[in-house]
């Protein structure tokens, strides 16, 4: 086979390699439209841009039953919440009835959480809040009315881009200060005011969608959205949404193309060593190192900054069985053989570099196996994690639904 004029390559290889970089670049543009998750747009919308990605802010209040709630406890399952108060004369009643018709038209589910806060804390006791969701028909099980801190009540509006305005604020302030009787918090001197919007946060914990709380429309569209976000299953991961670190949460993909090209340079490499052509080989193996490097510099920002927006590093595996044990010990394998890939891969590039060809051939024999179990293996966890997981998760959740389904239907069946 002739070789191509100064690159000590044959055609051959200029085509396994060309056909290589192809598929690489292929994985890249699959996986981002197949496979990059996050809110996808509602029936209607398909036009609107995405929303700005907002976590929202974890809610620690207590509820019509004078019990704690905690927002931690909602992971996992897609939840709603609205600003009100009981005594509200405006918007109040018709975001209440609404939240009531969503609740009915989704029906019990444990996949769903119903949460509204109250605007006037001092007035809307756990009794009040109590009296007013059974006037609604509120199911407890699903459908919380929170009370607390006006501070804090205000902090978790704010964190979720809504206005909640209370002059009752500073009456407490002087009640606190002296300056006004304990049992007498004054005038109020003028409305409450705040936002009518709902808003829908993903089983992941991060914001879906802002939604007006008196449209028609807007409660179809939320309605179509939150039954997207409760099939979704989703735990809080960078991955779940794109929007979350720009174009730093695709960089899953982009690692595991690196090491697809890591793995296509090693073996171009060995095959261009056994035909001798040392040169080309050596240009191909420092090809590969760089790759190397570039995916150890990727790896390390995307879960450095991960950890920094979300407080978790990684991706877990949620699936139990023998999936589970086949994806950690082919990730265990590759974590630990990844970290003797850098001082194996220069020492033998070294050793190559001040004509010691025999302990660079020796070396060679151990550094090229695992740098290439290494390169293949990380994307198979790849695949694994962003494709194979996903998949796994929706089956599970299907046959657990699967039973309930059952059980709903029968009534009819001996009807």
Not at 60 to 67: G, S
Not at 252 to 274: D, K, Q
Not at 329 to 356: D, E, F, Q
Request: glycine letters at 8%; one cysteine or more.
């Amino acid at each position: 086979m002739r070789p191509i004029a100064r690159s000590g390559m044959t055609r051959v290889d200029l085509t396994v390699w060309t056909i290589m970089v192809a598929l690489c670049a292929a994985l890249i543009v699959w996986s981002w439209f197949r496979f990059a998750p996050g809110p996808r747009a509602s029936a209607g919308s398909e036009s609107a841009a995405p929303p700005p990605l907002i976590k929202a802010p974890r809610i620690t209040l207590t509820d019509q039953r004078e019990e704690a709630f905690d927002s931690h406890d909602l992971l996992g399952r897609a939840w709603i919440v609205d600003f009100i108060f009981t005594n509200c004369p405006g918007p109040c009643p018709i975001m209440t009835g609404n939240m009531r018709t969503l609740q009915e038209s989704i029906g019990p589910t444990d996949r769903l959480r119903l949460v509204s806060i109250t605007c006037d804390p001092w007035r809307d006791t756990p009794q009040a809040l109590a009296a007013y969701a059974q006037a609604y028909g509120a199911d407890e099980r699903q459908w919380s009315f929170l009370t607390g801190e006006y501070g804090e009540i205000q902090r978790y509006a704010r964190a979720l881009l809504l206005s909640v305005e209370n002059p009752q604020q500073e009456a407490e302030r002087l009640t606190r200060e002296g300056a006004a009787p304990a049992d007498d918090p004054g005038d109020h001197g003028g409305p409450i005011v705040h936002s009518s919007r709902f808003v829908l946060v993903g089983p992941d914990g991060f914001v879906r969608g802002w939604y007006s709380g008196t449209d028609a429309a807007e409660m179809d569209r939320l309605l179509a959205d939150a039954r997207l976000a409760m099939e979704s299953g989703e735990t809080p991961t960078a991955a779940a949404h794109p929007q979350s670190m720009g174009l730093v949460s695709y960089l899953p993909a982009l690692n595991a193309t690196l090491n697809a090209v890591s793995a296509t340079l090693l073996v171009v490499g060995l095959r261009l060593i056994r035909r001798g052509k040392r040169a080309a080989h050596r240009r191909t193996m420092i090809a590969a190192l760089l790759v190397s490097v570039a995916f150890l510099a990727s790896y390390i920002t995307y879960h450095t900054l991960r950890q920094m927006a979300e407080g978790v590093g990684h991706t877990p595996w949620r699936v139990a069985g023998a999936w589970r044990g086949i994806y950690y010990t082919i990730l265990i394998s590759h974590v630990v053989l990844a970290a003797t890939v850098p001082p194996l891969a220069i020492r033998t590039l070294w050793l190559a570099s001040k004509g010691r060809f025999d302990a660079h051939r020796r070396l060679a024999r151990v550094t090229w196996p695992i740098w290439m179990y290494v390169a293949v293996t990380g994307v198979i966890v790849y695949l694994m994690l962003y494709q194979l997981h996903p998949a796994l998760l929706k089956y599970r959740q299907a046959g657990e639904a699967a039973p309930q389904a059952l059980v709903e239907a029968a009534p009819r069946r001996g009807a």
